[in-house]
C-alpha cells in the first residue's frame, strides 16, 4: 500500500511544480522526507506491474480470450490476488487453458510474487557478467 501513497503523493507534487514552478516542495510520508530514489523505485515497480500486466493481457487477448477475461486473469495472476472474473471467475479454474497458456501464466505469477526487478534482473546482461 505504501507503493500507491508514494506515487499518489508524487503525483500531486508534479501538479504542483505544474502550478507553481518555483515553488519547493517534496513528498514527505510520516513527517519524513522520501528520498528521490525511492520515488523512483517505486514509480518503476509500479511501471513494471502494469507493462507485465499488460503483456499477458496482450498475450491471452491475442490468443482469442474476451477482454474480461484477459484482464482479469492478468491482474489475478501477477497480482496474485486469486480468482477473476469471466472464464477464470470464482466458479471456474484455469483448465481450460493450453499447456503453453499455462506455462506463461506461470512464469508471470512468479514474476508478480518474486517482485519485478528480483526476476527480470536475472534477464539482465549486467547481472552474469559478474560470475
Known amino acids: 500500500m505504501i507503493r500507491y501513497i508514494v506515487l499518489f503523493k508524487n503525483i ?13 516542495a ?7 522526507k522520501v528520498s528521490f530514489h525511492i520515488i523512483s523505485s517505486t514509480t518503476g515497480f509500479i511501471f513494471l506491474f502494469v507493462m507485465t500486466n499488460m503483456l499477458v493481457t496482450l498475450y491471452l487477448f491475442g490468443w482469442g480470450f474476451d ?13 496474485n490476488i486469486g480468482p ?6 470464482p466458479a471456474q479454474n484455469y483448465a481450460f487453458f493450453s499447456d503453453v497458456d499455462k506455462i ?4 508471470a505469477m ?22
Open 12 to 24: 500531486m507534487l508534479q501538479f504542483t511544480r505544474i502550478l507553481h514552478p518555483r515553488a519547493v
Open 26 to 32: 517534496d513528498v514527505f510520508i510520516d513527517r519524513q
Open 67 to 79: 477482454a474480461m477475461t484477459s484482464v482479469s486473469t492478468a491482474l489475478a495472476i501477477v497480482g
Open 84 to 89: 477473476g472474473f469471466a472464464l477464470t471467475g
Open 104 to 107: 506463461i501464466l506461470s512464469f
Open 110 to 131: 512468479i514474476v508478480g510474487r518474486l517482485e519485478f526487478y528480483t526476476v527480470f534482473l536475472l534477464f539482465s546482461r549486467s547481472f552474469w557478467k559478474k560470475f
